[in-house]
Structure formats: C-alpha cells, structure tokens
C-alpha cells in the first residue's frame, strides 16, 4: 500500500518564477495538507484541502495557492518566487472520517531551493 | 492561538542513556499533543499522542511521553537510546475541532557510540 507521494523531491527554481509542487495521497485518504517547513525550523501549516476546497490556510500569501483533484490528489503553486521560499514542502494526507484522531501520513517532501 | 516551544536545539546521548526531550505548549482549552520524529530525507513519523486519559502515553520504538497540564508539558522520554534514534524530533499541538498541526521548532538528537 503506497504511502504519501511527492514529486518532484528536489527543485532548484530562480526568483521570480512560479513552481508547482505534487501531491498523491495514501490509498483512501481523501484530504491533503501542505507544510513549508524551513531550514532548522518545524513546519508550518499552509492550507487543507478536502472535497476539491480549501478548508482551512495558515498565514500565508497569496502567492501559495492550491488545488484538489477528483482523485484527492493535490498539487502546490506557489508565484513570484522569493529567496525565503526555500523550504522542504511537506505534503501530509488523511481521511475526513478520521478527522478527531489526525491520522495524517507524511510525504517525504519536495525540497524547493529558489537562487 | 496555539504554540509550542522545545527549548533544546540539540541533545547529544550516548547509547544505551537514557533521553528526554522537552515541550512545552501554549493553549487556552485541553490541547491535543503529539510527537513526531524526522529522519535525514525522510517525512515525518508519528510516535504518540495524547487527547484524553492517561497522561502517561506509550509510542512506537519504546518512547513515552507524559502530559503534565500544571506545567504545560509534554516530555518525550525513552530509557536506553539506540543509534538508530539520531534523528530530529517535533512536538506538535493542535485543537479538538481543527484542521492543522503546529509544530514546535525541534530538536536534533545525536547518539555518540
């Protein structure tokens, strides 16, 4: 049974560009999470995606947005690239039902490097 | 709002010690807590959480962990630290109704022969 699948696992992007990061959930996870997580910090939460929606967002900037496919797979767009956008993007499934008990199952990240 | 502060950066252990990882959250109501560990490349696993009950949690990989709401602490413990537990690890809090995770900013963990 597959895990939390994200591609690419490394990205190295110039100031300015857009990148677009991907997401597969876990076999029956139906909601997508997504985490920038910065060189020696915790990761911090950027938005859920469930039902092809945007749930909830973290304090981000607009220039991250999102989008939830029909088959819950997930994908990350972030514009006009900043140096400070480099991060190990974090993409985390789980399953709505099992909402209370945060059974998220992690991907391994993309790590994006923005020069 | 919720946050979470691990005062050590980094722990060095000898194996066979013992290791104990300190968290300490800030949250109005009872948090829901978790820790996570990170290896080199790879995401993160769970090791345990605590909702309700018994503040005394067991994990997976021999760790526990205890909630001490007096003191807003949710320590991370294990008895004898193997090589294999160098890695970075996460305390984590969220809320009952919510959605997201927020992180403490970790502590890196190096096991000495």
């Known amino acids: 049974d597959a895990g939390v699948t994200q591609s690419p696992t490394h990205l190295i992007k110039t100031r300015g560009q857009q990148v677009t990061l991907r997401c597969s959930p876990k076999?029956?996870?139906?909601?997508v999470s997504w985490y920038q997580q910065a060189l020696g910090q915790g990761p911090q939460f950027i938005f859920q995606?469930?039902?092809?929606?945007?749930?909830q967002r973290g304090n981000f900037p607009d220039r991250f947005s999102g989008h939830q496919f029909p088959n819950y797979s997930s994908e990350l767009n972030v514009n006009a690239l900043l140096l400070g956008d480099s991060a190990l993007y974090l993409c985390a499934s789980s399953l709505e039902s099992d909402r209370p008990n945060y059974g998220y199952t992690f991907g391994s990240g993309t790590r994006l490097t923005v020069v | 709002a919720q946050s979470v502060t691990q005062p050590d950066i980094h722990i060095t252990v000898s194996e066979g010690a013992s290791l104990e990882l300190r968290c300490n959250y800030s949250?109005?109501?009872?948090?829901?807590l978790f820790w996570y560990v990170q290896s080199p490349g790879q995401g993160l696993q769970l090791l345990l959480k605590y909702f309700s009950g018994d503040t005394l949690v067991q994990g997976i990989k021999g760790f526990e962990a205890e909630f001490k709401r007096s003191q807003s602490s949710f320590n991370l413990r294990k008895p004898s630290v193997h090589w294999s537990d160098a890695a970075e690890y996460f305390c984590a809090v969220a809320t009952a109704a919510g959605n997201k995770l927020t992180f403490g900013g970790g502590t890196r963990v190096l096991v000495k022969p």
């Open positions: 949250y109005g109501a009872t948090p829901y």
């Open positions: 995606y469930y039902e092809e929606e945007e749930r």
């Open positions: 076999s029956g996870h139906d909601t």
